[in-house]
């Protein structure tokens, strides 16, 4: 059972913008908070952006912060991520997660689900 889908990676030129969403259409989606990860090629996955389950608290990494805006529609049991300014290093596969319960917002184990990830590719 596929519980978060994420859509809306692609190709883009270093400089432009991209917005990946996550949809969690089975879950009682305003009791999780939700984060956004990233794995590139022979790297670790990362952590890259949290939203609490209000949306009224946020938290990035310092690689995007800035550049990077998460957002949530509990109404629409979505997270999106906005991309802007992207540069060849944020290529990679990013992954949306949901946690009940976070004790540290950008360790990936205290995230109970993932999506399958989306591809997000940035050229130079």
């Known amino acids: 059972q596929v519980l978060l889908v994420e859509s809306g990676g692609g190709l883009v030129q270093a400089g432009g913008s991209l917005r990946v969403s996550c949809a969690g259409p089975g879950l009682t989606f305003s009791s999780y908070v939700m984060g956004w990860f990233r794995q590139a090629p022979g790297k670790e996955r990362e952590f890259v952006a949290f939203?609490?389950?209000?949306?009224?608290?946020?938290f990035y990494a310092d690689s995007v912060k800035g550049r990077f805006t998460i957002s949530r529609d509990n109404a629409k049991n979505t997270v999106s991520l906005q991309m802007d300014s992207l540069k060849p290093e944020d290529t990679a596969v990013y992954y949306c997660?949901?946690?009940?319960?976070?004790?540290?917002?950008?360790?990936?184990?205290?995230?109970?689900?993932w999506g399958q990830g989306t591809q997000v590719t940035v050229s130079s």
């Open positions: 939203i609490n389950r209000s949306g009224g608290s946020t």
């Open positions: 997660a949901a946690g009940a319960r976070i004790t540290n917002a950008n360790r990936r184990n205290d995230y109970d689900l």
